[in-house]
């Protein structure tokens, strides 16, 4: 007599999409483990972690990691979720099964978040799961290579809990988010403005005061520890122009027209370029970043907070606001490496989700799917066929460039479109006055 089962249209959503995470993990673990083919898991997450167990207490001697000494770069929770995996496996590829495991975990969490946003915003579930899947897969080996993916789904998790209304979550689990990877932060602001925009200050101060704490305490902890949880930042600062953000792609197309010179180095873990323009530009966008974020949040809390505003606009105006912010992050900077593009997700499926035209919804989502693929193109000319400090090939160049033209597109469409909801709320708000 067979096994009754009933599965409910829920799991069976679940453990398809699992499914595939499981097949596509064990095609990468065996590519890695029979080829020698680089591995940021294996070549440098394992040493860290297998340095943590041996006593070495992060931020307070270098570890040999990447073929050399290198320093903690990263913020200080990141190397909890380094260390995990190693509690379970002492060899490198036990380290990366149990690697893939957990980031495989944290992938069914951000299914249960793309379940809810759904729920949240009236969609089909399976359709929301499936395009969270499908945008996860296309991106992969960054899901299960890196540990980018933890603090990504924290974020979205952080978003979800605001959106349920457990605000004081919220802000905590934002906070963890940004000991992990310092981007999060970028959010407080917007979450903070939001909460006082729907009438919450109480929250609002609850949840300020809980996302302080939670970062305090985790540096407290690591300074009775006797280390300095914040030297990563100086990493950071003093990093030169990475070669695949936005600025270094325009200047290495301008020196593919023979109109500047650019040499290209391997340093701070990344492939970058040094010359007159490239050494200007590493110093300026930094600030910059912060100037642009600095007037976003400016503008984002003077249409909010302004008496006479349609709530019914605020949720998602607050969407829009937050995938700014995100790609301000990414694009204006020195850096933008492929795992960046796997930060966004939650942004997209938030934008794809709020009322809105399905026309502009669906160019959104093909702008993104296609920097993803130029992405994993990118990865593939100027990282799987070229060794670390080498030039770029002018193919590698043009791929590149093109990935951060669409990119910069999306962003620049976006920003016309918050700008023209707020126009909008004006125009609206003039034709009420009383002549």
Request: proline share 4%; aromatic share 14%; with cysteine.
């Amino acid at each position: 007599m067979g096994l009754d089962v009933n599965i409910t249209g829920r799991q069976r959503n679940y453990i398809l999409f699992i499914g595939i995470y499981a097949v596509l993990s064990a095609i990468l673990f065996a590519v890695v483990y029979l080829t020698d083919i680089p591995s940021s898991v294996c070549d440098g997450y394992f040493p860290y972690a297998d340095a943590m167990a041996n006593g070495i207490f992060p931020y307070t001697e270098e570890v040999w990691a990447y073929d050399e000494w290198r320093t903690w770069e990263y913020p200080p929770m990141a190397y909890l979720f380094l260390f995990i995996p190693r509690m379970f496996a002492p060899s490198v590829a036990g380290y990366q099964v149990a690697f893939i495991v957990m980031t495989g975990l944290f992938f069914i969490l951000g299914l249960w978040c793309s379940e809810r946003l759904a729920d949240r915003m009236g969609h089909d579930r399976l359709r929301i799961m499936a395009l969270y899947s499908v945008l996860m897969f296309l991106m992969f080996e960054f899901l299960t290579d890196r540990f980018d993916m933890i603090p990504m789904i924290l974020t979205f998790l952080a978003l979800i809990l605001a959106m349920d209304r457990k605000y004081t979550w919220a802000f905590v689990v934002l906070a963890f988010a940004t000991t992990v990877k310092l981007y999060p932060a970028i959010f407080f602001p917007i979450l903070a403005i939001y909460m006082l925009a729907k009438g919450e200050r109480m929250g609002a101060l609850k949840g300020v005061a809980a996302f302080i704490i939670t970062g305090l305490a985790v540096l407290a902890l690591f300074y009775l520890c006797g280390a300095d949880p914040l030297s990563f930042t100086k990493y950071h600062t003093d990093r030169p122009l990475e070669m695949e953000s936005v600025i270094a792609s325009l200047i290495e197309f301008t020196a593919l027209l023979g109109l500047t010179d650019v040499s290209y180095g391997f340093d701070f873990g990344s492939d970058n370029i040094y010359g007159s323009l490239p050494d200007i530009f590493s110093g300026l966008m930094l600030p910059l970043m912060a100037v642009v974020l600095v007037l976003l949040y400016a503008h984002y809390a003077y249409w909010t907070l302004r008496s006479g505003l349609d709530k019914s606009k605020l949720r998602p105006d607050t969407c829009l606001v937050l995938t700014i912010a995100m790609m301000t992050f990414i694009l204006v900077s020195t850096v933008f490496s492929g795992q960046y593009m796997v930060w966004l997700i939650p942004f997209v499926l938030l934008l794809y989700v709020i009322p809105g035209k399905r026309e502009e919804k669906d160019t959104m989502m093909k702008l993104f799917v296609i920097g993803e693929v130029l992405t994993q193109l990118d990865f593939l000319v100027n990282f799987g066929f070229r060794g670390e400090g080498e030039a770029m090939s002018a193919l590698g160049i043009l791929i590149l460039l093109m990935r951060n033209i669409m990119m910069v597109v999306l962003y620049l469409g976006l920003t016309m479109r918050l700008i023209e909801n707020d126009r909008g709320k004006l125009f609206r708000r003039k034709a009420r006055a009383p002549e």
